[in-house]
């Protein structure tokens, strides 16, 4: 009889557990009144609030959400924002490309809560370790330019991508000159 007691006890026990472990799930309606597109509008409507200075909308204007999500969300690309390239196997700021980054810090003074994104870039010869070490010194070497600019350093932000997504897919001393660049890109919140 002690175990037939002990059976029952156990067997509610494991009801009583199951019913108290199981929480009923909340359901959320949405509201009537607001349209998902109006809700969807709303995050890229804020995420261009900082990039309209007194007076100005150039670089509003200019947008173009790029086609891949960046590492930290939705990334726009701006054609006011030129690139750089390098030499092969070099990392260093060419005096041509100072000139162009002086425009870029320029234009990211003007918009001091906009926040960037320098992508390294590498030629397609190479090992792919290589040409990522290379990148990212790339990716450096520019936003230390623009930092000594004035851009403040805590609104860049830099990644490498060394060989994986060239300009132009071509294999010949063109087509490389065009892959060797450090392309800036800004991020939405």
Request: charged share 35%; net charge positive; with cysteine.
């Amino acid at each position: 009889m002690g175990k037939k007691i002990l059976s029952i006890l156990v067997l509610m026990l494991c009801v009583g557990l199951i019913m108290v472990g199981c929480p009923k799930k909340t359901v959320v309606k949405e509201e009537p009144s607001i349209k998902k597109e109006e809700a969807l509008a709303k995050p890229e409507a804020e995420g261009t609030k900082e990039m309209k200075p007194e007076g100005g909308r150039e670089l509003e204007k200019s947008l173009v959400a790029k086609k891949e999500p960046g590492i930290e969300g939705e990334v726009f690309e701006s054609k006011l924002l030129k690139d750089i390239h390098f030499d092969f196997d070099k990392y260093n700021i060419r005096p041509g490309d100072a000139d162009i980054l002086n425009e870029n810090a320029t234009l990211l003074k003007k918009y001091p809560k906009v926040r960037v994104q320098i992508e390294g870039h590498c030629d397609e010869r190479g090992t792919v370790e290589y040409n990522l070490a290379l990148g990212e010194r790339r990716a450096n070497a520019t936003k230390k330019y623009l930092v000594s600019l004035g851009v403040s350093v805590d609104r860049i932000s830099t990644i490498s991508y060394g060989k994986e997504r060239p300009l132009d897919p071509g294999h010949n001393e063109e087509a490389w000159a065009k892959n060797r660049r450090a392309h800036t890109i800004i991020l939405s919140k």
